[in-house]
DNA sequence: TATTTTTGATAACAGTGTTAACCAAATTGA
DNA sequence: TCAATTTGGTTAACACTGTTATCAAAAATA
């Protein structure tokens, strides 16, 4: 008898639904105001039927944390395939990164645990001209001392501060304790790749 | 009459204590589970009174991050100080602001909204794997096909994917909407150093 | 001393995630 | 077919969160 599996298709429609429900959510006004009572309200059930589906709403956010993964890690392997050449491959690749990153904002915040309201927060932020500014006339110094004077400072400090900080986040993000002293190497690798980059004659 | 000095005084005090009090439950809790309520208990004060020296929750936060800019920024400038040639000061920058974020990570969270919750979900991702495998296959052919063969294909794979979530996260903390199309000219400049570093024969 | 201003506390509002208690309907077993 | 049991779902509550309106007491001013 068929019954048993009308009621796991049920059980997994109505899964399906409550997370239909919560991307909706997501979409319209951001993860961090995702709420298991407006979950239960779009479905137009109680809230408790939502812990029968899920352990809790964390499980819920798990489940879209995984589904970009996936989603990336496809179009990842799709751009791959579109040449031959590994350079070609990773250049493109990075693209595709980017690209993914702000046309599904929603999942890469989810993903990396983007928290958000720094948004509001770093703007506000004259402190963080100070660090700049520091930041900035050394890379000046170093153009000046270059053969290719012409270099975009701006687009350097920029490029800077985002392999500076990309190495810390990743980091923070996968060990909770203090990082593995060789984790350094990491950041060597990429920052002395930078500067020879920028200084070179 | 210094009456009005010494209330000006005792405000002062009552100011510095609420975050004081907010700093200790940051750094034995974390910053995302610090309340009004456990401020309040604290410096056994009643709730609203914070709402006298701080406009909300919020106002508080951004007092420490502006603290944690300023530290940064003199801790960048005090290394810089102590080389001449720029790409040495570049290098010891970096270090610096790497050592900087472990060791005051609550202040670097909140600098950069780093919300955190990923951390015990992005472990539980077996679907990140997909992602890293994409990647790490293409670093490797791109190794196999350069003249340095001997090169850590893992510490590449870090840095690639550090140098693309920071240009992709910064990118986002700074600017609510779509990105600028223009800036894609950071991750060109970035991504070709990286990848010219990694091939270069 | 009387009046005004300031200071702080109580209690509430509107949210949040989560769960215990309960009920009725559907399913199962005798 | 009838009783027992399981299942699906709801109501109501608990323990939190940020924020604020109301009000009494204390302090400063006239």
Redesign the pocket.
Known sequence: MG??ER?IR??EE?RASILEAAWLQVLSDGWQ??????I?DAI?????????H??????ILLEFTKEGFEKLADTLAEVKGRHLEPAAQLEAMAHAYWDFAFEHKEYYQLMFGLGIPACDRVNQIAEMKQMATVMISTIKEAIAMSSRKDTDFFLKYHTYLSILHGLVSIQMIQKEGKPDESKKMILQDAISGFISSLVTV
Chains 1, 2 share one sequence.
Do not use: C, D, G, T
């Open positions: 019954i048993a009621k049920q059980k109505f105001s995702l709420s298991i009572r407006k239960a137009e059930y109680s809230i408790p039927v939502i812990y029968n899920f352990e809790n709403k964390e499980a």
